[in-house]
């Protein structure tokens, strides 16, 4: 299975500012994956970050408001831009390894 | 519409009674369902991989099957550290790329 890491692990943020996200893998990976996560609820998709291309975006989720980066085969940054309250979340990379997808600890952002 | 859900939302045991969790997924074709645990305040763990109607897997006190319409995952003699929320996630075979859908969750709570 891969490893995967995010940072920060949690934050504070005030209405108005950016934050960015940071997933590392420790395998090479072909397809990277941003999920949000609000209180109390399931998994939602953000978009699918490949290397080497634009990511692809849900419906809901927008660029301009959710940059991502994915400079590499083993790392990829989400920018959550302008917080509002309502994006406070549990924001997961995740990476398909073999068939099977696999999640980083997550990043418990609270924006006030 | 692609949809998962899952049943029973919350589900409260005692230690060594068994249960089942339940699965039903509305996908126009299935490449994979998948079930996960996660703890508070963590990214989900992976836990099976089921492609095809009547396969079975088995890890520890847990088992997961799957039909042409629904999935069960079973715990045999539940102990407390197997509190925690059990997600499924179909994987729909029409998307050209490695999308997931997640479902709501069963929390479950092993009472010793």
Redesign the interface.
Known sequence: SAVISQKPSRDICQRGTSLTIQCQVDSQVTMMFWYRQQPGQSLTLIATANQGSEATYESGFVIDKFPISRPNLTFSTLTVSNMSPEDSSIYLCSVDWGGEQYFGPGTRLTVT | EDQVTQSPEALRLQEGESSSLNCSYTVSGLR?L?W?RQDP??????LF?LYSAGEEKEKERLKATLTKKESFLHITAPKPEDSATY?C?VHPSKTS????I????TSLSVIP
Request: no cysteine; net charge neutral; proline share 10%.
């Open positions: 994979g998948f996960y305040g963590k990214g989900p763990e992976f991989t997600l996630a790329y490695d999308k997931v997640f479902g709501p969750g």
